[in-house]
């Protein structure tokens, strides 16, 4: 038992270790203030689902927040940044609050704002693009015509980029791979709007890490070929 134990352990601190550091050492220096930005997508997110839920605050929501493939496509751009923070009426809210506190929180501080911000309205616009597609294209490969006043998934779909992403980045490989297994596992069980959307954000942040990954490689060569250090003959 206690081999096992301590292989979950190693095994935890290669996986989590430079996170788990990074965000404590975050949090020790700023406090509450270093994750600002999330404590504000918190609130902003409170305040949407309880308008929405109300008669006089519904139609307001709809209007600035909610993204449907039946739309035009420039409404539901115009939408799109502020759909991140509209969670689904019909489940609990507590569930996405609690999903953005982590997740938006640790890669506030992992990644930074910019990139944070960045990640997330990509893996969002990602899902929103897809529903519109995979309508036009129909059949096994696409969705049902139904699915076109279907709610967009809300924040999942940028929870999903940013774990992917903050995962890629501190080389949390086996966490990434959990992630992937069970977004294909969630199409496999239940083949709805908001799963595809969920691949489909998986997709463009895979996409940002190969993108990442590539520009890291090429400053590498260029650092070693500007060093005057000759290369090592094998």
């Known amino acids: 038992m206690k081999t096992i134990t301590a292989v979950l352990a190693r095994w935890a601190r290669a996986e989590w270790g430079a996170l788990y550091v990074t965000v404590r050492d975050g949090l020790r220096r700023g406090g509450p203030r270093a994750v600002a930005m999330t404590l504000g997508a918190v609130a902003l997110t409170v305040v949407l689902y309880l308008l ?3 008669s006089w605050g519904y ?4 209007d600035v927040g909610v993204v449907r493939a039946a739309e035009p496509l420039w409404t539901a751009l115009l939408r799109t940044p502020l759909s991140l923070f509209v969670p689904a009426l019909d489940l609990p809210v507590w569930g996405a609050l609690a999903q953005i506190l982590v997740v938006f929180g640790i890669a506030e501080i992992s990644l930074g704002r910019p990139v944070t911000l960045a990640v997330a309205y990509l893996a969002t616009l990602a899902g929103t693009l897809y529903a519109r597609i995979g309508i036009a294209v129909g059949g096994p490969l696409g969705l049902p015509a139904s699915d076109a006043g279907v709610v967009d998934t809300g924040p999942s779909a940028a929870v999903v980029g940013l774990a992917v992403f903050t995962a ?5 490989f086996g ?8 977004l294909v596992g969630e199409v496999l069980v239940v083949d709805n709007l908001a799963g595809r959307e969920h691949l489909a954000a998986l997709a463009v942040t895979l996409l940002l890490c190969a993108g990442a990954a590539l520009r890291q490689r090429r400053a590498g060569a260029r650092v070693s070929s500007g060093s005057g250090v000759p290369p090592i003959q094998s």
């Open 59 to 62: 139609g307001f929501v709809e």
């Open 168 to 172: 890629w980045r501190y080389r949390a």
């Open 175 to 182: 966490t990434l791979a959990l992630v992937v297994v069970v």
């Open 52 to 54: 929405h839920g109300q």
